[in-house]
């Protein structure tokens, strides 16, 4: 299968701070790429969609100014987290799929550990 | 709106147990995939199986089988002769005509395996 990985694994930052985690596809052109957050013991919530050289879409109740997403490439996509604060801290996992139509399949990254402190 | 119901929020069983995770989903959409994903403790996302809403048989895959049951939107998931390193979250996720590439996610099942 396709494989996704993410930049960092784990990052520690200070309240206040901004932390970027980087989304890559290896082997194949990632049209479409999807950010989910998860926090312990929860399910995984999709935060936003976004396509290869246009604006991120953002799922309702996600800040677009505190979440900036940039896909700026077909390998490459980044959420950046601004002005972290504590409640930040999560789990969050990228996807990558070839489009956004049914058919298409989406690959999971390994995630990333956020802690604010 | 789509839905993914696991209502079986833990299940602790002893090795060599058979156990059956459920799944119950609501979509309006007639083209539709159902997927089984494990999350072991490190995190990481395991695709298990992606399933084709007009593709009604069910599957085995060494240990893990599903049952795909469209008349009661259900799709199941059971792991037999369970072992200690099946201890991990399991999500069922769904995606539809109406979502495109976007996966519900139900809420999970923590199976613990003990030995």
């Known amino acids: 299968g396709a494989v996704v990985s993410q930049h960092p694994s784990w990052v520690i930052c200070k309240s206040g701070t901004s932390v970027k985690i980087e989304c890559r596809s290896l082997?194949?052109?990632?049209?479409?790429m999807f950010w989910y957050r998860q926090f312990p013991k929860q399910s995984l919530m999709l935060m936003a969609t976004s396509n290869e050289g246009s604006k991120a879409t953002y799922e309702q109740g996600v800040e677009k100014d505190k979440f900036l997403i940039n896909h700026a490439s077909l390998t490459l996509s980044t959420l950046t987290v601004t002005s972290a604060h504590p409640e930040d801290s999560s789990f969050y996992i990228c996807s990558a799929g070839s489009g956004q139509e049914i058919s298409y399949e989406q690959y999971f990254g390994p995630g990333t550990r956020l802690t604010v402190t | 709106a789509q839905k993914v119901t696991q209502a079986q929020t833990e299940i602790s069983v002893v090795e060599k147990e058979d156990v059956t995770l459920d799944c119950v989903y609501e979509t309006r959409d007639t083209t539709y995939y159902l997927f089984w994903y494990k999350q072991p403790p490190s995190g990481e996302l395991v695709f298990l199986i992606r399933r084709n809403s007009f593709d009604e048989q069910n599957e085995i895959s060494g240990r893990y089988s599903w049952n795909f049951q469209k008349s009661t939107s259900s799709f199941n998931f059971t792991i037999t002769a369970s072992q200690v390193v099946d201890s991990a979250v399991y999500f069922c996720?769904?995606?539809?005509?109406?979502?495109?590439?976007?996966?519900?996610f139900g809420e999970g099942t923590q199976l613990t395996v003990n030995p």
């Open positions: 996720a769904l995606n539809s005509e109406t979502s495109g590439s976007r996966l519900t």
């Open positions: 082997d194949f052109q990632a049209t479409t």
